[in-house]
């Protein structure tokens, strides 16, 4: 039997997604540890908690995720996307405990001319992609023997907000949208991302792995691509990201190469397009 922890696995957008997987895994048990369970952030209570459940793998989707906010509370988010997993770290290190922790394409400042492989020299350029990238290199430097660090981008699913499905319902109500259409990523499916992890979990892979669906997409590729899966009638209009000011600095091009996913895997990495198709299903968006 396995046990499993999933840290945010009871309200998060990816960690519900990555709980609903586990519990239909034979021999894999899952718990979850959030914010109504008590102050995950002191060290004493998460070590408690965690010596009590001995796990043998801790999924951690718990993130500092609003972008823009953490402009301006930088300690903040720092304190939830490094303290964090340092401490978790630390409190596992001796252990034969393996974690699987996520973090963001936003570490790249986007100016590339090609997809981002994990070898790439990372280089935030918002507060957000900063403190992940703190996050990430203190697990390496902790932990490199059991940790895996799961790139992911530009999440949908199910069970939370999320683009696609605000810009289903704002495409419903006013029939008229604008989406930003000079920023280009890795959508990504929350149930293709858990059931990736989990592959990864199981055989412990260590260091960096791009775990997003494959091809790349704008935003406004991305709404128009779902508004028609939906079948919803909605004039979309392209416009640039200096039309539409926001707080922090966006990669204009952040897509992650899956090779070393699909190498892994043994087959080719899902499309954005057939994810969103299943999301749209599934959703009944
Ligand atoms: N969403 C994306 O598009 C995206 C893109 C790239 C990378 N990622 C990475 O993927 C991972 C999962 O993201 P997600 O979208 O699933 O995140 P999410 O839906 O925002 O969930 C984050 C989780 O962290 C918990 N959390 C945040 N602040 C907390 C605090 N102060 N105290 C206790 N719990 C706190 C939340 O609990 P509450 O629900 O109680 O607030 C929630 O369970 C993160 O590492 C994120 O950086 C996400």
Redesign the pocket.
Known sequence: MQNILV???????????IVEKIISKKNWQVKTL???DG???DPQFLEKFIIREKPDIIF???????VDDAEEHYA?AL???ADFPEAIAKIIKKSDCHLI??????VFDGHSNRSYVEDDKPNPESV?GTT?LA?EKILLNLIPEQVTI????????P??K??IATICQVARKSGKLKVVADQIGSP?Y?KD?AEYSIQLAAEKKTGIWHTVNSDQASWYDLASFAIKAANIECEITPITSADWPQKAKRPPFSVLNTAKLADFLGQKVRPWQEAVELYAKEKSL
């Not at 840290?7 to 997604?17: D, N």
């Open positions: 840290l945010g696995g009871a309200t998060g957008l990816l960690g519900q997604a959030g914010r109504t102050n995950i952030f951690n989707t718990v993130a500092w995720t609003q903040e304190k939830v996307n922790h996520f973090s963001t394409d936003f957000y992940k996050g799961c790139r992911t981008a530009w999440l949908f699913g069970h939370r999320n683009f990504t929350t991302l």
